[in-house]
């Protein structure tokens, strides 16, 4: 596996960690409700564990500088955030699953 590979993966359980842990955890519950209150559309985002994860797929992606595709920067850049994104939802949904089997 190349290294680029290596890195989608890691950013990608990266996104799904953080992305879990805001839209489906206790501890940020106060957070997401306040969010709610305050704004309807940023509340749903912030609630939603595959949408929150796009967005914190295209941070990473802009701190880590990865290019997976090397043609324009902005479209390499979209496209390489939403393949972390794809890869990242697929964890968020298993790790959802997991604690729905645990019971937590």
């Not at 940023?42 to 939603?48: K, T, V, W, Y």
């Not at 994860?53 to 880590?64: K, T």
Request: net charge positive; aromatic share 16%; charged share 15%.
């Amino acid at each position: 596996m190349n290294k680029e590979m290596v890195n989608v993966f890691c950013l990608s359980l990266a996104a799904s960690s953080i992305s879990f842990t805001v839209t489906e955890t206790k501890m940020f519950l106060p957070v997401r409700e306040l969010v709610k209150r305050k704004n309807s559309l940023l509340g749903e985002l912030i609630s939603c564990g595959y949408c929150f994860g796009h967005w914190v797929a295209f941070v990473l992606v802009a701190i880590c500088q990865l290019k997976l595709f090397e043609q324009w920067w902005l479209l390499d850049f979209f496209l390489t955030a939403l393949v972390i994104a794809w890869l990242s939802a697929f964890q968020w949904a298993l790790m959802c699953w997991l604690m729905g089997k645990t019971g937590k």
